[in-house]
């Protein structure tokens, strides 16, 4: 797109959506214990409405939408997707490709130039956003977006509470306790899973749920943002940043001043050891659903989940030191890590879904 258009853009209303946006709840429907591994239900966050709608027929949605479909000349999407490469079918490379593009771009908004103005930047994202969706992409990215839209069947309640999770980020420094902190893992990890569902595909023998399979997504968004908590605790101190459930710090005779002093003490790491086991909980529940997935998407997903588990053993090799350290995967480790993933992306979906 041309840059002149920057300034039109800027301006522009986006078309009200029909539908009304179904709000999050912060509370849980049920009581949920001290350091427990579960969070918010999914009822509580809508899931089964994004599931429902993601689950029509494609070429359904894509005959009663024809008029909808994008026109741009096949060299303009090729720009855009030439240097993804990805453990899939080209077609979902790209899509795939294009849906990562997006999130990094909402996330920089946070940490970019736009930060000083951030609410307004986000209100024109969200704007921004609703014009990919209706076919009328800004630039050469969006428009990998927007091909994805219309060849996938994508709903727009994950990509909007993304950019919600972001404003999220603004406000908040500090959890109070587990339920909160899961609710900012959803906005900006486990939407991420809920995007990818569909451009991933079931796998045809998978005896299991369309929403058994988009909770195993969700979960593994939980876990990995989780690990990024977990590995990054130093370094989001240095920015005055404590994402850690407040009261179970409490409950360890810790708080934010024992995070900012950088000591590890017995406390500490006991408390490290609930923390890992909580994401260890939440890749266990992703497990099954990676192997569900299209055979053809598995070993990416599998990679990614062998690779977190992997960080998390980093902090335990650490000694729980992730105030002065950052936990990390060498490369000959990732190496040694694909066959392992490519053997379990291999598997026959089993019959039976816990």
Not at 31 to 38: A, W
Not at 178 to 196: D, I, P
Not at 277 to 305: C, H, I, M, N, T
Not at 331 to 336: A, G, N, P, S, V
Request: proline residues 5%.
């Amino acid at each position: 797109m041309h840059q002149s258009k920057q300034s039109q853009f800027l301006s522009h209303k986006s078309t009200k959506i029909t539908a009304t946006r179904a709000e999050l709840a912060l509370a849980p429907k049920q009581t949920v214990p001290e350091l427990s591994v579960q969070g918010i239900p999914h009822t509580d966050l809508h899931v089964s409405e994004i599931v429902q709608r993601q689950s029509h027929t494609n070429n359904l949605v894509a005959a009663i939408d024809a008029c909808r479909k994008p026109q741009f000349h096949p060299a303009f999407l090729e720009e855009a997707y030439e240097r993804w490469t990805l453990l899939m079918t080209e077609e979902r490379q790209k899509a795939i490709w294009a849906i990562y593009v997006w999130c990094r771009r909402t996330d920089e908004l946070v940490d970019g130039p736009n930060a000083v103005y951030l609410s307004s930047a986000l209100d024109r994202w969200e704007e921004r956003l609703h014009d990919i969706f209706n076919g009328r992409p800004y630039d050469m990215l969006d428009a990998a977006l927007t091909d994805t839209v219309y060849n996938f069947p994508l709903d727009i309640k994950p990509f909007r509470d993304m950019i919600e999770g972001m404003r999220m980020d603004t406000r908040k420094s500090r959890y109070d306790n587990f339920k909160e902190l899961y609710l900012y893992c959803y906005y900006v990890a486990g939407t991420v899973g809920l995007m990818s569902v569909p451009v991933m595909g079931i796998a045809p023998e998978s005896a299991a749920s369309a929403p058994t399979i988009y909770n195993a997504a969700l979960y593994l968004g939980i876990g990995n943002q989780l690990t990024n908590i977990l590995r990054d605790v130093g370094e989001d101190a240095t920015r005055g940043r404590v994402y850690l459930p407040q009261d179970e710090l409490k409950q360890f005779g810790l708080c934010d001043d024992d995070v900012f002093s950088r000591k590890v003490s017995d406390g500490w790491r006991e408390f490290m050891k609930e923390q890992i086991a909580r994401a260890r909980f939440y890749f266990d529940q992703a497990e099954d659903g990676a192997s569900q997935l299209d055979k053809a998407s598995r070993w990416p997903v599998w990679s990614s989940l062998l690779l977190y588990r992997k960080i998390l053993d980093a902090i335990e090799d650490n000694n729980y030191d992730n105030l002065t350290k950052r936990a990390y995967v060498g490369r000959t480790k990732k190496l040694l890590m694909l066959p392992l993933a490519y053997t379990r992306s291999v598997s026959v979906p089993s019959l039976v879904f816990n």
